[in-house]
């Protein structure tokens, strides 16, 4: 079974960072796109950020110039480094990745359980 485990999340301060980790196991033959999505109480799920296999990536304008995605394809891991975070990154930050488990099967999409993102002072 393909599972996805994120890491990293906490408490942290406004104009603070941290770093979140998703590691993907299981039965994977190779990775396609790769994104981090984030939940606020009382508001919809929204994409933050995502990668492609070869690098290309895309953030949503709330963060542009704050966070940066990455990923390790050898490892099948992807991270979101958060910088000058703010109150209303407050969220549930969730992994998601489109993952083929054979080199002719079609790929198909897999979710975290997600980590708590709390910025306060």
């Known amino acids: 079974q393909v599972q996805l485990v994120e890491s990293g999340g906490g408490l942290v301060q406004p104009g603070g960072s941290l770093r979140l980790s998703c590691a993907a196991s299981?039965?994977?033959?190779?990775?396609?796109?790769m994104a981090w999505y984030r939940q606020a109480p009382g508001k919809e799920r929204e994409l933050v950020a995502d990668?492609?296999?070869?690098?290309?990536?895309n953030y949503a304008d709330s963060v542009k110039g704050r966070f940066t995605i990455s990923r390790d394809n050898a490892k099948n891991t992807v991270d979101l480094q958060m910088n000058s975070l703010k109150p209303e990154d407050t969220a549930v930050y969730y992994c998601?990745?489109?993952?083929?488990?054979?080199?002719?099967?079609?790929?198909?999409?897999?979710w975290g359980k997600g980590t708590l993102v709390t910025v306060s002072s």
């Open positions: 998601n990745a489109d993952i083929y488990i054979s080199d002719y099967t079609p790929r198909m999409n897999y």
């Open positions: 299981g039965s994977i033959f190779a990775i396609d796109h």
């Open positions: 990668i492609t296999s070869g690098g290309s990536t």
